[in-house]
């Protein structure tokens, strides 16, 4: 079974930056896409950043500037450097991992989410 497991999430000061770390663990197909979405209360789940294995990258155009995702292929973490974070940036922080799995000739798409972390900026 896929496990996300996040860290880094907590309490900072408008103005302040956090870095964002998930850990993949399990049967992950080496060719995938790792990112962040984020959902504020009231709202829905939105994109923040995702990163594919071969460099492909994609942003929130919002936090283009501010926030920067990379990851290390060799230990499945993916990173999420935030700065000048702003009270608005307060949001459960989620971790994704997905693909296509190929099983038996046949392409399977798969997606796994950790279980969140806490981000909360005051102002």
């Known amino acids: 079974q896929v496990q996300l497991v996040e860290s880094g999430g907590g309490l900072v000061q408008a103005g302040g930056s956090l870095r964002l770390s998930c850990v993949a663990s399990?049967?992950?197909?080496?060719?995938?896409?790792m990112g962040w979405f984020r959902q504020a209360p009231g709202k829905q789940r939105e994109l923040v950043a995702r990163?594919?294995?071969?460099?492909?990258?994609n942003y929130a155009d919002s936090l283009k500037g501010r926030f920067t995702i990379s990851r290390d292929n060799a230990k499945n973490t993916v990173y999420l450097q935030m700065n000048s974070l702003k009270p608005e940036d307060t949001a459960v922080y989620y971790c994704?991992?997905?693909?296509?799995?190929?099983?038996?000739?046949?392409?399977?798409?798969?997606?796994?989410w950790g279980q969140g972390t806490q981000v909360t900026v005051s102002s």
């Open positions: 994704n991992v997905g693909g296509v799995r190929i099983s038996s000739g046949y392409a399977r798409p798969y997606e796994y």
């Open positions: 399990g049967s992950i197909p080496t060719f995938n896409t």
């Open positions: 990163l594919s294995s071969g460099g492909s990258v």
